[in-house]
């Protein structure tokens, strides 16, 4: 193997080991001449990862559909591209453009007067005064034909909107949608005279199928978490319409994980080890621990996900009851996220 600076390492092929370096210099990345690197600290060490060492039982994510759009429609600039079905997954982009031309594609579940309706996609910093627009993907071109995925992450959208092409560029084949999910079979379904009902059947399982990449969350546009009282609730129409028992199962252990030494939950799993413990959780969203264990055995007769649980529930009874006011209620946390109303 030959380094930066030209300084040769023998490896054993048996061992994968280093026999012999002719190291003449204490690195093997050359010096930038004039570079003062004064400022910057020493390495640190950083803790081990935590968790348990063992393969996820979860069903692998695969494309479930390879849509094409049904329509591409001028817009000011540029040209929205409609794949006729909301969905999450990967836009794959076809371009053939001379370098250096930069494409942005915006990605929105709606349109509202025509336009692509991305104003629910935006956070707003309040500190900083501006807003971060997600879903949003730039490339730019390197002069050869290519097929361009994005890295890290995956969208929700019915429409793209793209710019930086021109009205003959605007071909059906530039874009398609590979909509994607956990694998989980159809189990069941469900029909009838009525086309209110089967429409809302439908809805449902594409709602679901788009939001269980791995882990079930609440939306795969702007937050993709694991939302514990989103999935606690979803759970009956999971495992009636899918099989989704590995993936829950999976997920209900690190449910179980995130759990504090207190004995309380966070609201999201996964997420960071100090967050959610506050406010973000109560017993509408703590009842994951004991709901989606409980459906399992009534519908399917597993009880993986109650024996993984079995000990944080245990620890979560006295945590909870030490959360009572003086009526001997408890109220913490967010509770009913979305309360009915008669507005």
């Not at 003062?36 to 994510?61: F, N, Q, V, Y």
């Not at 994005?150 to 560029?169: C, H, L, M």
């Not at 399982?205 to 990449?213: D, K, P, Q, Y």
């Not at 994980?257 to 004995?263: C, I, K, R, S, V």
Request: charged residues 25%; contains cysteine; hydrophobic residues 40%.
């Amino acid at each position: 193997v030959v380094g930066l600076d030209g300084v040769r390492v023998m490896f054993d092929d048996a061992k994968r080991a280093p026999l012999k370096a002719m190291l003449t210099t204490p690195s093997c990345v050359p010096a930038v001449t004039g570079f003062d690197d004064s400022g910057w600290t020493a390495a640190l060490r950083s803790e081990m990862p935590r968790g348990d060492h063992r393969i996820c039982k979860a069903p692998p994510i695969k494309v479930r559909r390879v849509l094409s759009p049904v329509s591409v429609t001028k817009d000011g600039d540029g040209f929205i591209y409609d794949f006729g079905q909301n969905g999450a997954g990967l836009v794959c982009l076809r371009p053939d453009f001379e370098a250096g031309r930069t494409l942005v594609l915006e990605f929105a579940e709606v349109l509202k007067d025509g336009r692509l309706f991305t104003f629910p996609l935006k956070i707003l910093n309040k500190s900083l005064g501006v807003r971060y627009t997600h879903q949003t993907v730039e490339y730019t071109c390197s002069g050869k034909a290519a097929e361009y995925r994005p890295s890290f992450t995956y969208e929700g959208a019915r429409y793209v909107r793209i710019t930086g092409i021109g009205d003959d560029e605007a071909t059906r084949d530039l874009l398609t949608f590979e909509q994607m999910s956990t694998v989980m079979e159809e189990r069941g379904t469900f029909t009838s005279s009525d086309p209110v009902l089967n429409e809302l059947q439908r809805i449902t399982r594409e709602a679901t199928l788009s939001n269980v990449f791995n882990i079930p969350t609440d939306c795969p546009h702007r937050e993709k978490h694991g939302w514990t009282a989103d999935a606690a609730v979803s759970s009956v129409h999971m495992l009636m319409n899918l099989d989704a028992d590995d993936v829950l199962t999976e997920w209900m252990n690190n449910v179980a994980l995130a759990q504090n030494e207190e004995g309380a939950m966070p609201g999201c799993v996964p997420s960071a080890s100090d967050w959610g413990f506050d406010s973000w959780n109560g017993p509408g969203w703590d009842q994951v621990l004991t709901e989606v264990p409980y459906r399992l055995w009534e519908l399917r007769g597993d009880v993986r996900a109650a024996e993984a649980v079995s000990s944080a529930v245990f620890r979560y009874i006295p945590y909870v009851l030490g959360r009572r006011d003086g009526s001997g209620l408890v109220h913490i946390g967010l509770g009913d996220w979305v309360a009915p109303h008669e507005n």
